[in-house]
């Protein structure tokens, strides 16, 4: 593994999360035009990142680089499990809180934090553990 990779796992790691914190997700992750095509290029990473692995062969790298490719895939689909959840208890999407502090959404803001902070949390604890990874396999060489 090289830095260029990092990168490229920085980006896959962050691509969903950015996407909620971008407010693109009615359009990309729950029922937009692009959702489908989203959802199939998701699927596309995940197999990508299975023929890397098969090109590269296994090694100290496989579990990192196989949850590397379905990370994409692993945050779209939690995000539409807690949206649908939602939906179906409220009966509405969640409203964007986003300096919003009129009253009465208290679930809104309860839905925004845990998604953010698990998508959040997930995402970097990822990144943090393969800078790390990479660190050590540059230094070994």
């Known amino acids: 593994m090289n830095e260029y990779l990092l990168y490229t796992q920085i980006i896959l790691i962050l691509l969903v999360p950015s996407i909620y914190m971008l407010n693109l997700h009615t359009s990309l992750l729950v029922g937009g035009k692009a ?17 890397y ?3 590269q062969g296994l ?27 939602f939906v179906k208890k409220f009966g ?35 990144v943090f553990y393969f800078h790390w990874e990479v660190i050590e396999s540059i230094k070994s060489k």
């Open 59 to 85: 090694s100290k790298y496989t579990i990192g680089v196989l949850c590397i490719a379905a990370s994409p895939l692993i945050h779209s689909q939690i995000f539409k499990v807690c949206f649908r959840a």
């Open 92 to 126: 509405r999407p969640p409203k964007d809180v986003y300096l919003n502090f009129r009253s009465g959404l208290f679930w809104d803001r309860a839905f925004a934090i845990c998604v953010s902070l698990g998508c959040i949390y997930i995402s970097w604890s990822l």
């Open 53 to 55: 692995l098969i090109w």
């Open 35 to 51: 959702t489908k095509a989203f959802d199939a290029f998701t699927i596309i990473l995940l197999f990508l990142g299975i023929a």
